[in-house]
């Protein structure tokens, strides 16, 4: 039977990557976007699924109650993945309060919507109803070199305001599981990667510095460790989630990766290299530029993935090297993405972020 899914925050990068993994997988399920188009969302990124029969695009907030509450009765949606959030650190520090707003009300906005929609299409239907929360590792805190890794029962202690709307966000998710009954299941993953990828995260950034000349700048010594899942492996896991996984639980995904950041930087250096042909300066290596530390700074995640792979029977299959050769080559070739993405307002805030903290 087919599904019929809101995917929200489906024009950033998880979520398109997310919503080009469906519609191969699963071309025949209806498939609605909601995007607010904030400075990470780019429509371009769906242009050739926006004329499909079984494909909506809308731009809107998911703070918006009225309109939640309208697609999802037009729609007749079974499924929510929701992927809509503000994520990157450095902009949560300068402003805080839009992560709330966005993690944590807009949260709470759908969940209260999709409270009141499923029970109808329970009852109507034998489609599978499920409100999947994508959320990140970050909301553990930080691991010293010798910790365990993270698992579902680790205590949260996130450290910046992006991971604390984040931890608020999942809370609400696993409440309206024990409280209301709703089908909630919540993931945690590790730090993604791949195409898509706006440029003021780290691989991107650094993928668009080399093709440019510019410094590629890396926070204090370089040391802090972060475990990497190339996207589409991501997808496949929440696949795996939607079809499979239990309401009310916990599946944290991670890639199996640890990698120094410094050391990341370098393997980057060296594929971009083997790759590009005319770089404005070779070796990459030369543009190596460390910087001063961003506050709060967490010095390790890594992600314990046993409970997923057992329970539902997925595990990662692209290594990181593997992975890394993808994403190059794909900033390589997709110029015509990456490019128009570098404003002024964002070489204002790469500035302010990077060179003058």
């Known amino acids: 039977m087919e599904s019929r899914?809101?995917?929200?925050?489906?024009a950033g990068f998880i979520g398109s990557n997310f919503v080009h993994y469906w519609r191969e997988t699963y071309p025949n399920d209806q498939v609605v976007v909601l995007d607010a188009l904030t400075y990470a969302g780019n429509k371009e990124t769906l242009a050739d699924l926006l004329e499909l029969p079984n494909f909506r695009f809308v731009q809107g907030d998911i703070c918006d109650r009225s309109l939640v509450d309208r697609l999802l009765q037009e729609e007749d949606i079974d499924t929510v993945a929701h992927f809509a959030a503000e994520s990157h650190v450095d902009r949560s520090i300068l402003g805080p309060a839009a992560?709330?707003?966005t993690n944590v009300v807009g949260t709470f906005t759908l969940l209260e919507a999709f409270r009141s929609h499923y029970p109808t299409v329970a009852q109507n239907s034998d489609r599978r109803c499920i409100f999947l929360h994508v959320s990140t590792d970050e909301v553990y805190g930080s691991l010293s070199s010798e910790d365990s890794a993270f698992t579902e029962t680790t205590p949260y202690a996130p450290n910046s305001p992006y991971s604390a709307s984040k931890a608020g966000s999942d809370h609400l998710a696993r409440?309206?599981?024990h409280t209301y009954n709703i089908p909630t299941v919540i993931t945690n993953c590790s730090n993604n990667y791949g195409p898509y990828h706006f440029p003021e995260k780290l691989i991107p950034l650094m993928c668009i510095?080399?093709?440019?000349?510019?410094?590629?700048?890396?926070?204090?010594?370089?040391?802090?460790?972060r475990d990497w899942l190339y996207v589409i492996d991501h997808c496949r896991a929440l696949d795996t989630v939607i079809h499979k996984g239990k309401p009310g639980e916990t599946y944290n995904i991670g890639g199996?990766?640890?990698?120094?950041n410094i050391d990341l930087v370098r393997i980057l250096c060296q594929i971009m290299d083997k790759l590009?042909?005319?770089l404005p300066v070779q070796p990459c290596e030369k543009l190596?530029?460390?910087?001063?530390?961003?506050?709060?700074?967490?010095?390790?995640?890594?992600i314990d993935a046993t409970k997923i792979?057992?329970?539902?029977?997925?595990?990662?299959?692209v290594t990181v090297e593997e992975g890394l050769r993808h994403t190059v080559d794909w900033f390589l070739n997709n110029r015509n993405w990456w490019e128009p993405l570098l404003s002024e307002e964002y070489q204002a805030y790469y500035q302010k972020v990077y060179f003058n903290n």
């Open 175 to 177: 409440a309206y599981y």
């Open 309 to 317: 792979k057992t329970e539902l029977g997925w595990q990662p299959s």
């Open 5 to 10: 899914l809101l995917v929200t925050g489906g």
């Open 256 to 260: 199996n990766n640890e990698v120094k």
């Open 276 to 278: 590009a042909t005319d």
């Open 209 to 225: 510095n080399m093709l440019l000349g510019k410094q590629l700048p890396v926070y204090g010594d370089g040391q802090n460790i």
């Open 99 to 101: 992560f709330v707003q």
């Open 288 to 302: 190596i530029t460390f910087v001063k530390d961003r506050p709060g700074h967490d010095r390790r995640y890594a």
